[in-house]
């Protein structure tokens, strides 16, 4: 079981919940060598892969390398991200790729690598790529950031379909789910809004996303809102 960018936050509390429920998990990282040690011992001593997901040749060096290191791949967490803030005015070419080349395209590089290595090594298994409240409702200082989720969300249901019946692959949509920015007043304004009010905790991410490794492979395509009820205001 790979979970991208789990070195720290949110893909930490994926690695540390799944492997709580005793499945092998495997570290990727891509700069954060250190909290990746600190995680890969937290999850009884992982094995670790470095890798820059904005390289496609990288991700399938990654997968490539999780052959010959472990030899087996049953199921995949597509995590990492990047998240930047922008008037939707001054969005430049720039912005709009570093956001979509590690959220979108890699995410799907990511997926399409995992499972050829999944069918090749166990014949079936499962995928879960983490999307965000962004990609279902609109927010407008994230506007490039939305239209990746949303792409995310998208590709999560048909790839369902392309992958069926050997691969599930679902979604889990985080709402607020912050490690300090509490009291950003943008994050505290969503936080207020949100109708369990409070922000949510990495550890309930990972219980959605062991829902779904838990579940029986006729749940697939499926989009998880982990949020406290903000996606449905
Ligand atoms: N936190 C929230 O409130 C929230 C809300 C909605 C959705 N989400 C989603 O939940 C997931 C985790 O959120 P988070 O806040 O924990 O994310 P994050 O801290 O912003 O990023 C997670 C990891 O992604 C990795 N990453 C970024 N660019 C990369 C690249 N080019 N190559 C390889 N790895 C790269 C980083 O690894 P290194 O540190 O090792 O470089 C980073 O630690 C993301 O998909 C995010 O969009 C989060």
């Known amino acids: 079981m790979l979970v991208t960018g789990a070195a720290k936050r949110v893909g930490r509390a994926i690695a540390k919940s799944l492997a709580a429920a ?8 891509n700069g954060s060598r250190l909290e990746a040690e600190k995680t890969a011992e937290e999850c009884g001593g992982a094995e670790l892969f470095q890798a820059d997901l904005g390289s496609v040749d990288a991700i399938r060096g ?3 390398e999780v052959r010959e290191r472990v030899g087996r791949l049953d199921a995949f967490v597509a995590n990492a991200a990047r998240f930047t803030k922008f008037n939707v005015l001054d969005i430049t070419e720039q912005d709009w790729d570093f956001i979509h080349d590690v ?5 799907f590089f990511c997926c399409q690598q995992a499972a050829k290595l999944i069918l090749d090594t166990a014949g079936k298994g499962r995928i879960v790529t983490i999307s965000s409240g962004g990609g279902i409702r609109p927010w407008p200082e994230h506007v490039h950031y939305c ?4 792409g995310v969300i998208h590709m999560t249901r048909a ?7 050997q ?3 679902n979604s889990v949509a985080p709402g607020v789910i912050p490690f300090g920015e509490e009291n950003d007043p943008p ?10 009010g409070r922000a949510g905790l990495g550890s309930e991410i990972g219980e959605a996303v062991l829902s779904f490794l838990q ?8 989009v998880l809102s982990v949020d406290g009820g903000l996606a449905l205001r």
């Open 215 to 222: 579940a029986s492979r006729f749940t697939t395509g499926q």
């Open 147 to 150: 239209a990746a989720k949303a």
């Open 62 to 64: 990654l997968f490539q």
């Open 159 to 165: 790839m369902a379909v392309a992958l069926a019946p």
């Open 22 to 29: 005793d499945y092998q998990v495997l570290i990727h990282y």
């Open 187 to 196: 994050v505290a304004a969503l936080i207020a809004r949100t109708p369990a």
């Open 167 to 169: 691969i599930s692959v």
């Open 103 to 107: 959220n979108l395209k890699a995410t």
